[in-house]
């Protein structure tokens, strides 16, 4: 149903021409009143300008620009003008002498409720970037990438830092599910996201920002089982918090999965020690070849007067594949390949039940 705002207005528009007067400059100016509040307002003024001119500013307004045509389209600005039956938009209702005009009530806030319910049905757009909602860490993806592209690479590695402290490692690791929501490809193709934020890093391994100022010591103890990615991930935040941590690692090297579980090809361990150095700089300690079950239990780190135990141990457990011969002698698992041969022992057959797994194998 077309409304047409003159024509509800006319009984008013008549009424008032008595009372309009100019004002010093020539200008048809006259008052109404909004809320009980009389006002001044000028010929032409839209009775939203009128409001906000005079300090009401609490109607809500979702399509009014003053350097683009009223359309009067979100219809979320409706006020009632006594003598009207409907209530109509501020936006594009103009301002008349004596008018008197009601900004909230009930049956506002219901129609405009419901008004925005409308527009948010269809609505198809993102209020995140699909990158950074499919980033299971939901870095600041723009953010960091503006950076890059300016060329502030420690910067860049800076805000990566605030939520993911190995940004150099994940550059070379992560699956990058954040790319393939990447809105780029519907043009072109997708930006290389995982790589931006490994090489803003790799620019600064040696120089690393520190995402946040340290804090003053707490005087908490935590003990931390595990030096793979969610370890040492708990140990370089708590040790920012100002809180001693102690880590404890059951192989040789610390890294877990990243240095045992990932070939060399794919992630340089020189490189990625650089990496996990930041974590030992903020004065975390790290003892090796100590085994959970074996050579202590959580009862003891609480003796040792660790307030809190963390357990990051992994997942070294491969499925099995459930076939004829897959525990005979000389076979071995997936994991189990990967991690002996960082040890460079030699092997005859392997199985995979991962295909991530199978195909860091086959290279
Ligand atoms: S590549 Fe980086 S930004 Fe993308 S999903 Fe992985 S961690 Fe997140
Ligand atoms: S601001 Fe959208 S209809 Fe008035």
């Known amino acids: 149903m077309a409304i047409s705002i003159r024509d509800n207005l006319n009984p ?9 007067v100019r004002n010093e400059f020539g200008q048809p100016s006259f008052t109404l009143t909004i809320d009980g509040k009389t006002v001044q307002a000028y010929e032409n003024e839209s ?4 409001a906000v001119d005079n300090g009401i500013t609490d109607i809500p307004n979702m399509c009014d620009d003053e350097k683009l045509e009223p359309t009067a389209t979100c219809r979320m600005c409706l006020v009632h003008i006594e003598g009207v039956k409907q209530p109509l938009p501020a936006c594009t209702t103009p301002a008349l002498p004596g008018m008197v005009v009601t900004t909230n009530s009930d049956e506002l806030f219901h129609i405009r409720r419901t008004n925005l319910e409308m527009l948010l049905s269809d609505h198809n757009a993102y209020c995140q970037p699909p990158c950074q909602i499919d980033c299971p ?4 993806i723009p953010g960091y990438l503006e950076l890059i592209a300016k060329g502030s690479m420690k910067e860049a590695a800076r805000l990566v830092k605030e939520v993911l ?10 699956p990058a599910p954040c ?15 995982c790589r931006m934020h490994g090489h803003a890093a790799e620019t600064c391994l040696l120089d690393p920002p520190h995402p946040f ?6 005087g908490k103890r935590i003990a931390i089982v595990g030096s793979g990615p969610a370890g040492l991930t708990c140990a370089y935040y708590l040790a920012l918090k100002g809180h001693y941590c102690k880590v404890f690692e059951m192989n040789p090297q610390p890294g877990g999965m990243l240095r045992y579980g990932i070939p060399e090809y794919r992630l340089p361990k020189d490189l990625m020690d650089r990496e ?3 974590v030992w700089d903020l004065g975390v300690d790290l003892q090796l070849n100590v085994k959970m079950g074996e050579d202590f239990t959580v009862d003891d780190l609480f003796a040792q007067g660790f307030d809190v135990v963390y357990i990051g141990i992994g997942a070294w457990t491969s499925n099995p594949l459930c076939v004829p011969g897959e525990d005979a002698e000389c ?3 997936a994991i189990q390949f990967l991690e002996e041969k960082v040890e460079c022992k030699p092997l005859l057959v392997c199985m995979s039940s991962r295909r991530g797994s199978s195909l860091r194998m086959e290279r």
């Open 137 to 140: 860490t939901h870095i600041d």
């Open 276 to 278: 996990l150095q930041h």
């Open 165 to 174: 402290p190995f940004p150099y490692i994940l550059g070379l690791t992560c």
């Open 12 to 20: 008013i528009v008549q009424e008032s021409q008595a009372m309009m």
């Open 47 to 50: 009775l939203l300008s009128v």
């Open 179 to 193: 790319q393939k929501a990447c809105r780029r490809a519907l043009v072109e193709e997708e930006i290389a996201i």
């Open 213 to 218: 100022p340290k804090d003053p010591p707490t």
């Open 331 to 333: 076979v071995v698992n």
